[in-house]
């Protein structure tokens, strides 16, 4: 069964995000929800071009089937934590956070209401499962444990703490300025709360009135100036171009353009229309985000193409095998899983895709059949 078919036996909502999921159960509202969803969104597309950030990253995310279970509380979690167990061992890979809705806040932190948690749960999901997969050298948070060595981001760490410590040590060093003390938090936990501390700090988080008082046993640096000028081992590698995180903190109004649709619902049904680009080239594709494949169906434009409803789609593994073998067939139209590109084949059983080439572009490249295609006039 696909994770999507189980996930919605006990979860109102699935929404997709580049290929990463939130589920949200029936005691999480609407508002709060979307809320998440953009989060996500502006975590993965923190220009809101409608184009993720980092593939290397959204790879890796999609891969683990990176998903976000939202709750309406810690008790509601701990009643459902068998639903999850048997999906993860159902699933050859089911990596998630949990995010509870009475800690989710879609006005913004502050020192009344609380922090926003899916500003971290969320981050923690994307740096855990995505950044240290796709740059192990620099933000593996496993590798201690596996072959004794750290990566680039547990270096860092180990300055912050103020040397190295396997295990949460009783106390902290008094030059340390991260000194998180949950002694259930191993070095691979502490890794991961380490990078969420310097991240939302540097991009403004942690900083409102009366929050650097609440979190200064655990964090000291909470502004984005105190951060930069102490711990710059860090802030070296959140600020390296090379693995581009978002330079904006997420707020939750996430505004990609009109193409991209931001939520789909388990119980409902999104339509996408395809129509001629003005040039087949990546450049000008049509870029199509959260396509959920259970429930979302590609409306092309027969007529733009000049042809028939009648004509065939075919689906290939990766563009070379789209270009290469499909071209060469009779179907007017190739989906290949890999990228997520669709192809319109002008020239039908001729080598090549003749006068045509890419017309789409789904992002989170979703495995796709015919069910998710109507041709349409």
Not at 187 to 208: A, F, H, K
Not at 360 to 365: K, L, R, Y
Request: glycine share 6%; net charge negative.
């Amino acid at each position: 069964m696909s994770l999507d078919k189980q996930l919605k036996a006990h979860f109102k909502t699935i929404n997709n995000v580049f290929g990463v999921r939130v589920a949200a159960s029936n005691s999480v509202s609407s508002q709060k929800t979307e809320h998440a969803t953009s989060v996500l969104s502006q975590y993965l597309d923190n220009d809101e071009n409608g184009i993720i950030d980092n593939p290397a990253v959204g790879k890796e995310l999609k891969k683990r089937n990176a998903t976000i279970v939202m709750f309406g509380s810690q008790e509601e979690f701990e009643r459902k934590e068998q639903v999850l167990e048997k999906i993860a061992d159902d699933q050859k890979d089911f990596f998630f956070y949990d995010l509870f809705a009475n800690e989710t806040h879609p006005q913004g932190s502050s020192i009344s209401e609380g922090f926003d948690a899916s500003l971290e749960e969320i981050l923690h999901l994307v740096t855990e499962a995505g950044y240290a997969f796709a740059y192990p050298k620099a933000f593996s948070m496993e590798g201690f444990r596996e072959n004794g060595k750290k990566s680039e981001l547990q270096d860092a760490m180990d300055i912050a703490r103020g040397g190295f410590f396997k295990t949460t040590p009783k106390q902290y060093p008094n030059k340390a300025w991260y000194s998180y003390n949950d002694r259930t938090c191993d070095y691979q936990c502490q890794s991961n709360e380490y990078i969420y501390w310097g991240l939302t700090s540097l991009l403004g988080g942690q900083n409102y009135e009366g929050r650097e008082n609440q979190i200064a046993d655990e964090w000291k640096l909470n502004t984005p100036s105190k951060f930069k000028s102490t711990d710059r081992a860090l802030y070296s590698l959140l600020t390296n171009p090379k693995y581009n995180f978002p330079t904006q903190l997420p707020d939750g109004n996430y505004q990609a353009d009109s193409d991209v649709i931001t939520n789909s619902s388990s119980n409902s049904s999104s339509s996408f229309s395809i129509s001629t680009p003005k040039k087949y080239r990546k450049k000008f594709a049509q870029k199509i985000n959260l396509f959920d494949p259970d429930n979302s169906i590609a409306s092309i434009n027969a007529g733009s193409f000049d042809l028939d409803i009648d004509s065939d789609i075919a689906f290939a593994k990766n563009a070379r095998a789209a270009k290469k073998k499909l071209s060469k067939t009779s179907a007017s139209f190739i989906y290949e899983a890999n990228a997520g590109g669709l192809y319109f084949n002008e020239n039908s059983a001729l080598k090549g895709f003749g006068d045509g080439g890419l017309i789409a572009i789904f992002n989170g490249s979703p495995e796709l059949n015919s069910s998710n295609f109507e041709l349409i006039n």
